[in-house]
């Protein structure tokens, strides 16, 4: 369980960290995987593979989820001041716009959720 709020809380953090730096002359180019994911906002279970930069580490300790969350919360408050026209490029989706990457942002966040809940059973 801890896992998936770490990778969560990663993913978050990092693309947010993204978008704040990204060019805003790249247009989106969402491939069809990404348009139906964003589309129906699902991300079927077992399909990808998480970048090793969000992965978490061996140990995951409350402080650090504390932490990382405090700056998810900044991030997600200020992510409205961050331009329109910036984009981020997901390694399946393709380059997201600000808004589909928001969207996605809700997608993996969700789906991460529902596997804690299915953990908790």
Known sequence: ???????SLKVINGVIEVLKNASTNQQSKVKLMGRICILFRYIPRGRGQAPERV????????????????????????????????SFEHLYFGVLSKNQTIRFLETHTKHHLKIIRDILK
């Open 1 to 7: 369980m801890g896992w998936h709020i770490d990778h």
């Open 55 to 86: 992965l978490p580490p061996e140990i995951i300790t409350k402080e650090d989820l504390e932490k990382q969350l405090s700056l998810a919360k900044q991030n997600i408050t200020m992510i409205s001041n961050i331009d329109s026209k910036s």
